[in-house]
Structures are given as structure tokens and as C-alpha cells.
């Protein structure tokens, strides 16, 4: 059976422990978690008649005090940058992460997650902004942890990248 390491690259507070866990558990829960470090989940999928499974690492999220472990990247077969919507300063910090992983583990397939879709009417990020990121050849998704709403989706869809690769 294939198994592909995927990291969750973000900055603090944009979902990524939530998504993960509303991905292999089904669950959500109102009670912010902080990840101190990494925390490793599996789950595996199948994808055009093939079992892969996924090894996701919920890295720690980042701020001006503390930077992601670059090391926790190496060996990655993919990763998902997420931002939340509601907080326009996260989709800076995910583009200038894009940069140090690709410095790190080099080019390797990757999707911008747009979370918590379930309040967008809050959202300080802009179509336009997305639009950009669209024609410069990134692939976007905009999920909702507390929902579900593309999170099976965006597992699957990196999945399949990584199996193209």
C-alpha cells in the first residue's frame, strides 16, 4: 500500500487541527486546540481503485514568536497551505510559507485551503486576490471544518496530484 506524507502549513488559528480531524474523525469541535509542535494523523483513501495512505502532520501554527520546524517538511509528498478567510494577514503569511517549504522540500504539489467558508459574509480576502493566485497556476479550495463543505474534497484532490506526480 502507498503511503505519502502530507504536511498542514499555515499560520495560527486558520483550522488546519480542525480540518484534519473533521477528515479522519468526522468531528468538530468549538474548543480551540493549539498544536504544540506536530501532530501526526492517518486515514487512508482510495482513489481510482488504489488504497493511498495519507500521513498527515498538523504542524504548529505560526506567528512573529515562533517559526515552523523546517525539518518537519522533509519527506513530504505534499501540503496543504491554509488561510482563514475571516483574516486577511493569514494569506500573507501562507504566500511567504509557500516560499520557505519550497526552499526547504523544493517543488512539490501543494493547494491553498480557504477555510471557514461557513462565515464568508466575514471574510476580509477578496475574489480578486483569489482570482490572482488561480492564474498564476495554484490550485484553490475553500473549505468549512465546522461543516465539512470541501474538506473530503481537498484530501482527495491532493491525493490525486501527488499520485500524478
Not at 27 to 41: A, L, P, W
Not at 139 to 153: C, D
Amino acid at each position: 500500500m502507498l503511503q505519502k506524507k502530507i504536511c498542514m502549513v499555515g499560520a495560527f488559528a486558520t483550522g488546519k487541527t480542525s480540518l484534519v480531524a473533521r477528515f479522519v474523525t468526522s468531528i468538530f469541535s468549538e474548543v480551540y486546540q493549539t498544536t504544540v509542535g506536530v501532530k501526526i494523523d492517518k486515514k487512508i483513501v482510495n482513489l481510482n481503485g488504489k488504497d493511498l495512505t495519507l500521513i498527515l502532520w498538523d504542524l504548529h501554527g505560526e506567528d512573529n514568536f515562533q517559526k515552523v520546524r523546517m525539518s518537519y517538511l522533509r519527506g513530504s509528498s505534499g501540503y496543504l497551505l491554509v488561510v482563514d478567510g475571516t483574516r486577511r494577514n493569514t494569506l500573507d503569511k501562507a504566500l511567504e510559507l509557500q516560499q520557505r517549504v519550497e526552499e526547504t522540500i523544493g517543488k512539490v504539489p501543494f493547494i491553498l485551503v480557504l477555510n471557514k467558508s461557513d462565515i464568508s459574509n466575514e471574510w476580509e480576502i477578496e475574489n480578486r486576490e483569489m482570482d490572482e493566485l488561480i492564474e498564476k497556476g495554484w490550485h484553490l479550495i475553500k473549505t468549512s471544518a465546522k461543516t465539512g463543505l470541501g474538506v473530503e474534497e481537498l484530501f482527495q484532490m491532493l491525493g490525486l496530484k501527488i499520485l500524478e506526480e
